[in-house]
């Protein structure tokens, strides 16, 4: 437990060490006077706790005995009591420690040092940053003196340096309500751009058109989960719609890949774009109409907007770091994670996983709406569905995923807006449906949490050799071979550019660009 335990030695020094001058002689950020003062006030004002409750905690304070003072005040209010002189000293003659804080004397003192109540926010505001201040001045104290100890792994201090910093910076961000007026303004202006777009779509669309219609494309500021057992698809249906966003309509996309190479996963995106079986792109062994086929198809891959990153192991804070300079930078509108269980909160000490997986379900719904961005994660479900049976073999509701089924903790399906999961029958050897309808090659997304619009089933075609997922309605329109007729997977002879040589290998980067 080293990072509770470091959390502990600063919240205690801030107390302890506040009136010992550093090696500068400077004494720590404080402004006693403006403690007074509040106290003073939640003394005398009915409504002065409430006031200053929402950003003032007893760590708060730099005086020792007033942040013995506010805990009483704060228990007080807790168990709905009234805040006064004399509640106040009982309560602190209760826990024994009315002596400790100067007497009855002391807080009569504090009822004397109210100023206006009009100023109260502002005094309880500077209290706040003064005490911010200190967590700054102990977080840099803790990591700097880690960093000269040599026994330390770098990476691992810097790990813990964001996790501490972003507890803090967390902590800081609290948003005030907003009179409803503005957000009526921002709510029409959203509802007239969605009504001037021929798609009728208000969020980012998917290509894939029965599940667009469905959903009205992905939400900015919503978290979506999309879960599937193995061998279901997951990383294809994302490459897919990746392929769909990035590619085809230019629009910028980031995927972290936790479980493939940025070699692996670009692999997978030329044979889902290309149109040659997987086996051969590893071999390398291509037919001549393949290699020109390859050649063709890739000048759609060079230049497009499709930001990759295969850090393993990534923890939330790093994905924060990136995720913010993307979105900054180049401009990206929505970022895929491949998949959920193998991040980790890296920097921070956690009971069980369960508790690090509901930690890091609540900092992506978070981030997702910091950026103001739909974020979706891959997530892997539990064995209960290989588990299940059923007693008619062609019933293909035996194996559909429930809510249930997500594995490791179920926050992930309370932070998620949206929860899509993706079922092939034909894996279960179920291929027709109750209405008789072919299940071989047909995948479906099950929209099962929806929190802004309808849950139900989309159909997609699932073309296993190149794993790729299109609408059923049709298919990549082929292109015609030199004699005129239509093969789906030659190209016109007369094709033979290479693809690179354009623009050259030096602009060809081997790295994200962060």
């Not at 004002?45 to 730099?62: G, H, M, R, T």
């Not at 013995?68 to 168990?79: G, H, K, M, N, Q």
């Not at 502002?122 to 200190?134: D, E, F, N, S, T």
């Not at 309370?414 to 279960?428: G, K, L, S, W």
């Amino acid at each position: 437990m080293p990072e509770q335990n470091s959390n502990n030695r600063r919240r205690t020094r801030s107390t302890r060490d506040a009136n010992t001058p550093d090696a500068l002689g400077r004494l720590q950020p404080q402004a006693v006077d403006f403690e007074k003062a509040v106290l003073g006030a939640c003394l005398i004002e009915q409504d002065a706790f409430a006031i200053v409750s929402d950003f003032l905690k007893p760590s708060s304070f730099y005086d020792a005995k007033h942040q013995v003072i506010y805990d009483a005040i704060s228990s007080l209010a807790t168990e709905n009591n009234p805040i006064d002189i004399l509640t106040v000293t009982q309560q602190l003659q209760k826990k024994g420690k009315l002596e400790e804080v100067g007497g009855p004397a002391y807080i009569a003192e504090l009822s004397q040092n109210m100023l206006s109540s009009v100023h109260l926010e502002y005094h309880a505001r500077v209290i706040a940053q003064k005490a911010l201040a200190r967590n700054l001045i102990s977080y840099t104290n803790d990591i700097q003196g880690l960093a000269f100890d040599e026994t330390q792994d770098i990476q691992d201090l810097m790990q813990k340096a964001e996790g501490e910093l972003f507890e803090l910076s967390k902590s800081n961000l609290k948003k005030d309500f907003t009179q409803i007026d503005p957000v009526i303004k921002d709510a029409y202006e959203l509802l007239q751009k969605a009504a001037a777009r021929t798609d009728g779509l208000s969020g980012l669309a998917s290509g894939f058109d029965k599940l667009d219609a469905m959903t009205s494309g992905w939400q900015n500021s919503d978290l979506i989960i999309i879960a599937a057992r193995p061998a279901m698809g997951k990383t294809a249906f994302v490459l897919s719609m990746a392929k769909n966003i990035a590619v085809d309509n230019k629009v910028p996309v980031a995927m972290f890949s936790l479980e493939m190479s940025n070699v692996q996963l670009v692999n997978r995106l030329i044979v889902n774009v290309c149109e040659i079986p997987g086996e051969k792109i590893k071999s390398g062994q291509l037919a001549k109409y393949e290699w020109q086929q390859l050649d063709f198809k890739l000048k759609e891959l060079i230049g497009a907007p499709l930001y990759v990153d295969d850090t393993p192991s990534l923890s939330i804070f790093e994905l924060r770091t990136k995720a913010r300079r993307l979105v900054r930078d180049y401009g990206v509108k929505v970022i895929i994670i491949d998949y959920l269980q193998l991040m980790n909160a890296s920097g921070m000490s956690y009971g069980s996983r369960q508790e690090e997986v509901s930690m890091i379900s609540r900092a992506l719904k978070g981030l997702a709406k910091e950026l103001n961005i739909p974020i979706i994660a891959l997530s892997q479900l539990n064995r209960s569905v290989e588990q299940r049976t059923s007693t008619d073999a062609n019933n293909p509701d035996s194996k559909r995923p429930q809510l249930s089924d997500l594995r490791e903790s179920g926050a992930i399906e309370q932070d998620a807006d949206m929860v899509c999961f993706i079922h092939r029958p034909e894996y279960y050897k179920i291929f027709k449906d109750q209405y008789g309808n072919d299940l071989r090659n047909v995948a479906e997304i099950i929209i099962a949490k929806h929190r802004n619009g309808a849950v139900g089933d989309v159909r997609l075609k699932f073309k296993s050799e190149y794993a790729q997922f299109i609408n059923m309605e049709g298919t990549n329109a082929p292109l015609p071979d030199s004699d005129g007729t239509i093969k789906p997977s030659r190209m016109n002879d007369d094709e033979m550019d290479d693809p690179f040589g354009s623009i050259g290998s030096d602009m060809m980067p081997n790295e994200v660009p962060y």
